[in-house]
């Protein structure tokens, strides 16, 4: 019987999935938020935190066997490595909350996280279209989709930023939300960052 060949197109995939899970988890404990939901879902989170890495560390290992990988082993390495950077920043988020002692949210959090639960749904159908390398064309919409809201969630910082400077007079609640807010929009740049490399390999393969 032939041994099942190993898919890293799959494995990015299923550790996307994690990343959107944890993305809908954040966003329902903002939503409805409390200190008691946020620390059982900052343990959720860490939790598909730490499968993500489990298979980033099993797809080293097996890249390290391998004799031919699909695409270039530079390309699969940075690919995995991007997306268990998103996974760690969307846990960086929910710890933030937790131990920057966060008891009431700012409304426009809740337009942030929305922006960021989008950004990683279009990055996990990207994903999806990614194993045809042959057709750029399949993936284009999903990159300029990613794009569009990554705009969107440049303009919300500059909003928020100016919202809070100018509004608050509390220095503390100012480090506090500055922090969560920085966190956000590294998290959705980061997402960015993936889509336009995986459009730079299909590129590189077509």
């Known amino acids: 019987m032939k041994k099942e060949e190993y898919n890293y197109f799959d494995e990015f995939i299923e550790n996307t999935k994690y990343i959107v899970e944890s993305a809908q988890i954040l966003q329902e404990t903002l939503q409805e938020y409390s200190k008691e939901k946020l620390e059982l879902n900052v343990v959720k989170v860490h939790e598909l935190e730490n499968k993500a890495d489990h298979r980033l560390h099993t797809m080293r290992n097996y890249l390290i066997k391998d004799f031919l990988p699909p695409i270039d082993r530079e390309d699969i390495i940075l690919i ?40 990683c749904s279009s990055l996990q159908k990207t994903l999806e279209k990614f194993k045809n390398l042959k057709k750029l064309e399949n993936i284009k919409e999903n990159v300029i989709e990613i794009n569009n809201l990554e ?28 922090t969560i807010y920085n966190c956000f929009e590294n998290t959705i740049d980061a997402c960015e960052r993936i889509a336009d490399e995986i459009e730079d390999v299909v590129m590189k393969n077509s």
Do not use: A
């Open 80 to 119: 995995g490595h991007r997306i268990d950077d998103l996974e760690d920043y969307i846990d960086e988020i929910m710890i933030n909350f937790n131990i920057l002692n966060i008891n009431e949210i700012r409304e426009d959090i809740l337009e942030f996280t929305k922006i960021l639960v989008d950004c």
């Open 151 to 178: 705009e969107q969630g440049d303009r919300l910082f500059e909003e928020v930023m100016s919202r809070l400077y100018n509004e608050n007079n509390n220095p503390v609640d100012i480090i506090k939300w500055t």
